[in-house]
């Protein structure tokens, strides 16, 4: 209790908490159609995008955020288009484009600042990212993608399981697709300044996985996916405070541990 | 049939279909009404699946009208080839045959109580009400299948478009999806359009045949079809173990 009471006493460790817990939950719930739609990689690829954003908007001097989020959701636009179209393979499109966000933010980087603890910082995560203004931001950013998520939750079951049947019906599967890799852009980028670029695509992936080790109804594996996200989160936060450690390496490590045991449950 | 003209569903007005201005298919006209059962039959790259995107408004034809009438007024029903991630999708039984609801769900939170009243008898009708709470991914191939036609049921009551709905069944399986749709035909009234390969079935349930084949196609009833020349070709190149005469 008193190690909680002096982990709140710091302002900074209060922003965090609040910010990754709720990116931890937005990012939990779409990475369960995500990752059932076997677009796992988008989410990767979008980090990459968003590393690059953040490099170039931190070179000439852009508010981070204000500069990354339309950049990448425009990314995201085209990621999904690539992954649609059967002409060019999806992975291998999605790897062209990461590497070379990432190149691009390298390149920036090293030709104005250098190799900063700011970059170091996108790569890896940093809990002092988040200042007053930006938690406002990703607040209502993040209970935006929460209330969209949970009205249209019906629709991305549908147009998740059977893409075809919908769009014979007359559901717009165009829309919810479209709105599905938004809102995903919208959580990595508001995700990866204290998770890392290299990291925050785990946030997506492992509860998702935790959860379908366990559950058998639709409903049950985002609840659940959901709720062991924030509960990680929370732990990895702890962790990282006693040990010292990055706070979005101890988070993926608390969602690896916390796979392992679902794993474990999910086989009996 | 006791109506004197029966309701239209889905027609076909001179239809030309194929891919970037190659035409697979040309002049294609037909009418599918209340009370048909139709089977469409073709060898492979005939077109079948161009037409079966075009009968589904999935993609327009190169030239021609198709009239989609049952689709337009939510009353089209659909048994698409399964994919592979559906077959390890976590999903309970009675979750996927509500999904059949949506196209009629506009902005509401959650199903009504009617639909899920109207959900739990369509899973009545083909016999996995038992299974409701099953999760999909366990369930036999058969009974996939069984859960897929309780969507469609959920999402129309005239039309009912199914592609391959035998494939990758076993024998016994396959009988069983023949008799429910039998049932479904001739006790609910629901008109049938089904691609597939499996012929013999074909020529035994459905009443009406469309065979598509190169640059050339039939349509008409399954004693018209035999003895029409792509009838007797197909059904001679069945005999001779799938050998092209």
Redesign the interface.
């Known amino acids: 209790m008193s190690l909680l009471l002096s982990m709140f006493a710091y302002p900074f460790i209060v922003r965090a908490f609040v910010v990754g817990a709720l990116v931890s939950l937005c990012a939990a719930l779409l990475g369960v159609p995500l990752v ?3 677009y796992s990689m988008i989410g990767d690829g979008l980090s990459h995008v968003s590393f690059g954003a953040l490099a170039v908007a931190l070179a000439c001097g852009f508010a981070p955020l204000w500069f990354s989020i339309p950049i990448v959701m425009l990314s995201a636009f085209f990621l999904l288009r690539i992954a649609e179209s059967a002409r060019v393979s999806a992975d291998a499109a999605i790897a062209v484009l990461s590497a070379s966000a990432l190149a691009i933010g390298v390149i920036v980087t090293s030709l104005t600042t250098g190799m900063t603890t700011d970059v170091d910082s996108y790569m890896f995560g940093s809990i002092l990212a988040m200042s007053r203004s930006d938690v406002a931001l990703s607040v209502t950013l993040a209970a935006a993608v929460l209330v969209l998520f949970v ?1 249209f939750y ?2 991305l ?2 147009v998740t ?2 893409e ?8 717009k599967v165009g829309t919810y697709k479209t709105l599905l890799s938004l809102l995903t852009a919208l959580t990595v980028v508001l995700g990866m300044r204290m998770m890392g670029a290299m990291l925050i695509s785990s946030l997506v992936i492992f509860p998702a996985l935790s959860a ?1 080790r366990v ?5 049950s ?1 985002v609840l659940c996916a959901g709720a062991l996200a924030v509960a990680c989160f929370c732990l990895g936060l702890v962790f990282s405070y006693l040990l010292s450690t990055p706070v979005g390496a101890t988070v993926v490590l608390c969602d690896l541990a916390a796979f392992l045991v679902c794993a474990a449950v999910g086989r009996k | 049939m006791d109506a004197a003209e029966p309701k239209i569903l889905l027609a076909c007005h001179d239809v030309s279909l194929g891919y970037e201005h190659k035409p697979l298919l040309e002049h294609l006209d037909f009418t599918v009404r209340t009370g048909d059962y139709v089977a469409v039959l073709g060898e492979n790259g005939s077109g079948k699946s161009t037409l079966l995107k075009s009968l589904l408004g999935l993609t327009p034809p190169l030239s021609g009208y198709v009239e989609r009438s049952a689709q337009k007024a939510g009353q089209l029903g659909y048994l698409p080839q399964q994919t592979p991630a559906q077959r390890d999708f976590p999903a309970t039984v009675e979750e996927v045959v509500l999904s059949g609801f949506l196209n009629r769900k506009g902005f509401r939170f959650a199903y009504s109580g009617k639909e899920r009243s109207a959900a739990l008898m369509h899973m009545g009708k083909l016999g996995i009400l038992e299974l409701k709470d099953k999760c999909y991914r366990e369930l036999s191939g058969g009974q996939q299948q069984r859960v897929l036609l309780a969507r469609a049921l959920c999402a129309a009551h005239e039309l009912l478009i199914l592609d391959e709905p035998v494939t990758g069944l076993d024998p016994a399986a396959s009988q069983d999806l023949y008799k429910t749709l039998r049932y479904l035909h001739n006790k609910e009234n629901l008109a049938i359009l089904m691609v597939t390969h499996d012929v013999e079935s074909a020529l035994r349930e459905a009443k009406t045949i469309l065979h598509i084949g190169q640059k050339r196609w039939f349509y008409g009833t399954v004693e018209e079809y035999l003895r029409d020349e792509s009838g007797k070709r197909f059904d001679a190149a069945r005999r001779n173990g799938g050998a092209r005469s």
């Open positions: 059932l739609k076997r009205a019906h629709q079951f549908a399981f059977d075809s049947f919908s769009r014979a019906t007359g559901v379908m559950f058998k109804r639709f409903r594996v």
